[in-house]
């Protein structure tokens, strides 16, 4: 059975109408291939649907039923119809997001809100992972976009930098320099670091070492994590001390200080994505994460050096 979209519109209106001629009008044709249309229609269905006297036009059982149905196909033709359009200009669908723990503090939940005000009909599912494994993650196809901690990234991906911002140095509140407003990165050289892992980010680790190494002194490594947030943590514990990105002072993560110290490194965050068989949605995406991070900006209300997480987050 064809059920002809255009011959259910016309029978619709001569439904509606009672009359081939007001239909017609209706339809801007002439009344000749609207009977014709019906014709076919009946001859597809099986069933008589109209019955005409001179006056007007009544509907059989059989017609009621298929004006009923006429109107459910059609709106759901014209839903499919606008959802198709939606996704294919991106404005609807499902964006898979990666990202470490410090893109939290570092505008990821703004850009999110932003996302959501725009893009009202698109579900955001975010997991958060590694640098090295939203690498691989993108690289395989598993993931839309991903926010990463500066990294080389492999042929098929994509990476844009996002922000720059300080390293400071993370203490515990009990430690003996934790009153300082600065400091010189030799005078941790006698404590215990905690470091992020190399496993998880070799670019990093590198980083981390390489500023101590160039303050006169190489740390003694006593515990490695994969989460940045991980790091700050074990400080307020008292399990040693750690240089963060400055953003982690924004953690509001009680019994850590956070203080500057003199150095010329940046961490950098980045933004990655697949090389090909993007998405109208991975497009509109990447475009809106571009406005909402201008190439060169520092991370949103840096803190003031010396700042305590603790003491923020009582204020």
């Known amino acids: 059975m064809d ?5 259910l519109r016309y029978f619709i209106a001569v439904a509606e109408e009672r009359h081939f001629s007001r239909a017609a009008t209706r339809l801007h044709i002439s009344q000749p291939p609207l009977s014709y249309a019906i014709r076919q229609l009946e001859d597809n269905v099986g ?3 109209l019955t005409r006297t001179s006056r007007h036009v009544e ?3 059989a017609g009621q039923v298929l004006y009923r149905e006429a109107l459910t196909l059609l709106r759901q033709a014209e839903e499919v119809r606008t959802l198709v359009q939606r996704v294919d200009a991106g404005l609807r669908g499902r964006l898979r997001i990666g990202f470490v723990g410090s893109m939290l503090y570092r505008g990821l939940p703004a850009l999110l809100n932003a996302m959501r005000a725009e893009l009202p009909d698109v579900e ?3 997991t958060e992972l590694n640098s090295h494994d939203q690498i691989e993650a993108v690289r395989r196809g598993e993931q839309d976009l991903g926010f990463i901690h500066a990294n080389p990234v492999p042929p098929g991906v994509l990476a844009r930098d996002l922000m720059a911002e300080p390293f400071v140095v993370c203490l ?6 934790a009153g300082r407003e600065s400091l010189r990165l030799a005078e941790l050289a006698a404590d215990d670091f905690v470091f992020f892992a190399r496993a998880a980010s070799p670019s990093y680790y590198e980083t981390v070492l390489s ?3 160039s303050a006169g002194f190489m740390p003694v490594i006593r515990h490695e994590v994969r989460h940045w947030l991980s790091v700050a943590s074990l400080v307020s514990q008292g399990l040693g001390v750690s240089i963060v990105p400055a953003c982690l002072s924004r953690s509001g993560l009680a019994g850590t200080r956070f203080i500057a110290f003199e150095h010329a490194a940046r961490s950098v965050s980045q933004m990655i994505w697949p090389e090909a068989a993007r998405s109208p949605l991975q497009e509109k995406a990447v475009e809106m994460a571009a406005r909402q991070f201008p190439l060169g900006a520092g991370a949103p209300e840096d803190p ?7 003491r923020r987050s009582a204020s």
Request: overall charge negative; some cysteine.
């Open 3 to 7: 059920l002809d979209p255009r011959l």
């Open 47 to 49: 069933a008589r649907l």
């Open 59 to 61: 509907l059989t059982d």
């Open 124 to 126: 955001h599912v975010l």
């Open 172 to 177: 515990p509140q009990a430690h003996p320099l």
């Open 211 to 213: 500023m101590c190494v």
């Open 304 to 310: 003031p050096p010396g700042e305590s997480a603790g």
